[in-house]
């Protein structure tokens, strides 16, 4: 586990894109390494999970969390989650938000595994994966506080 610095966002981009359906650009990826918290998780051939959020006061939001598609279901998720958590608790926040595609099962579980409630939802919030139309965003909250 180590925090994440400029030298690491050609791997950051790859794993997002191999993961994300609308990855960040290079511009969002510059200003979250310098004003965000970035955590990663190296294996042998390079990064293997990231996370990324943005604290406020004594709030966060998890921006983005990522592991290789060949890792998930492994606990890396996990593993980066909760030392993402306890970083930002220990730095004030005492409660962390996300938004999620309300078609995403599978992150909307390990979401509800790590504790999260679902506290509401921002319609059309994203664009649809297929390209056309938008979908909602379900926001989930947990309190980090220690």
């Not at 996990?78 to 999620?100: C, D, M, T, W, Y």
Request: aromatic share 8%.
């Amino acid at each position: 586990m180590r925090e994440l610095n400029a030298s690491d966002i050609p791997q950051l981009m790859a794993l997002d894109a191999a993961t994300n359906s609308h990855p960040w650009d290079i511009s969002h990826w510059q200003h979250s390494l310098k004003a965000d918290v970035c955590l990663g998780i190296d294996g042998e051939a390079g990064l293997n999970a990231f996370a990324v959020a943005m604290k406020m006061v004594d709030e966060a939001e998890l921006l983005l969390i990522a592991v290789a598609p060949v890792l998930q279901s492994k606990g890396l998720g996990q593993r980066i989650f909760s030392a993402l958590s306890e970083k930002l608790a220990n730095n004030g926040a005492q409660s962390l938000f996300l938004e999620v595609r309300e078609s995403n099962h599978q992150a909307r579980r390990f979401y509800e595994s790590a504790g999260f409630a679902e506290t509401g939802i921002r319609p059309a919030y994203y664009p649809a994966a297929s390209g056309s139309g938008r979908e909602d965003a379900l926001i989930f909250a947990l309190s980090i506080f220690k």
